[in-house]
């Protein structure tokens, strides 16, 4: 079994920024878990044609792109809090096959322990992937997916 610490990262905009629709009430913040981004706050411009405003960057990147960043990050993650992880490969979500798993602490509640589950397996040309729990950044996710497997780069 390893051990790794995970330092907290804390982003610069914590809460909603002054621009931000909704204002900085309860139902801001709660749009903002739902909506946005603190760790990437201005859209990335490789993810969108030129010609996109820089409005329609924004309405795409938080309300269609990547809902529920802050929520799974801030809310019901752990990312603004040090945690120290032991498992498996704690610092991956796949191994190259079979089971990964680890546990988290979370900091400095000595109570407070979250579950990681993944499990990959190759199957000709595709690949299962599958994982449940908060990863090694402190986010809560949920992936099933079989897909034919990229070619490697070397």
Do not use: C
């Given at each position: 079994?390893?051990?790794?610490?995970?330092?907290?990262?804390?982003?610069?905009?914590?809460?909603?920024?002054?621009?931000?629709?909704?204002?900085?009430?309860?139902?801001?913040?709660?749009?903002?878990?739902?909506?946005?981004?603190?760790?990437?706050?201005?859209?990335?411009?490789?993810?969108?044609?030129?010609?996109?405003?820089?409005?329609?960057?924004?309405?795409?990147?938080?309300?269609?792109?990547?809902?529920?960043?802050?929520?799974?990050?801030?809310?019901?993650?752990?990312?603004?809090?040090?945690?120290?992880?032991?498992?498996?490969e704690p610092t991956k979500v796949f191994i190259d096959e079979g089971w990964n798993y680890y546990v988290s602490r979370i900091l400095p509640y000595r109570w407070l322990w979250v579950l990681f589950v993944s499990y990959q397996k190759r199957i000709g040309d595709r690949v299962f992937q599958f994982y449940i729990g908060w990863r090694h950044g402190a986010s809560f996710g949920f992936k099933l997916r079989y897909h034919k497997e990229k070619e490697r780069r070397q």
């Open positions: 079994m390893k051990k790794y610490f995970h330092k907290a990262e804390f982003p610069e905009h914590s809460e909603p920024p002054d621009w931000w629709w909704f204002g900085k009430n309860g139902f801001g913040k709660l749009m903002w878990s739902i909506f946005g981004n603190s760790d990437d706050p201005e859209p990335i411009d490789k993810f969108y044609p030129s010609d996109w405003s820089q409005t329609k960057k924004r309405l795409h990147w938080y309300f269609v792109r990547n809902p529920l960043h802050n929520f799974d990050f801030y809310v019901i993650g752990f990312r603004d809090h040090d945690r120290v992880i032991y498992g498996k």
